[in-house]
């Protein structure tokens, strides 16, 4: 458990991990993971962590590398350090200076009350019942 009384799913620096992990906990990564997260949850990815597939979470904070198709019910947070490449779907996002971003990004809006459970199913969007506000953007922020 963390701090919060939350319980960790963690996978530490020098673990490289392929496959599916599906979690009702928050998810940190510091190693390296290939294949599909899933959590009602937050995922952090630490400086030295590296994920590349599928991801769809309540929140992502994001410090390290991330390349694949992600879906944020709530916000995706990229501090300085982080690489994103990809495709997402966000409720909201925020971007400090110095991060890395290429990918389209959609902003949603879900519908009704539905709950990030009910996404975790797919991360193809006509399978989500969401409303979606599109923009394709590309940003690319570095330090000066």
Do not use: W
């Amino acid at each position: 458990m963390n701090k919060k009384g939350i319980q960790l799913t963690k996978i530490e620096k020098g673990t490289f991990l392929k496959g599916s992990i599906g979690a009702d906990t928050d998810i940190r990564i510091d190693g390296v993971v290939e294949g599909e997260l899933k959590t009602s949850q937050k995922i952090f990815i630490g400086e030295t962590g590296t994920f590349k597939g599928q991801a769809i979470a309540k929140n992502i904070d994001l410090c390290g590398k991330l390349d694949g198709e992600i879906h944020v019910e709530k916000k995706l947070f990229l501090k300085e350090t982080a690489i994103l490449t990809g495709d997402i779907r966000v409720g909201s996002i925020e971007i400090e200076e110095g991060a890395y971003f290429k990918g389209k990004c959609n902003v949603i809006k879900t519908v009704g009350t539905s709950s990030i459970s009910s996404k975790m199913k797919s991360l193809d969007p006509k399978v989500n019942d969401l409303a979606t506000s599109e923009s394709e953007e590309i940003i690319q922020e570095s330090i000066a």
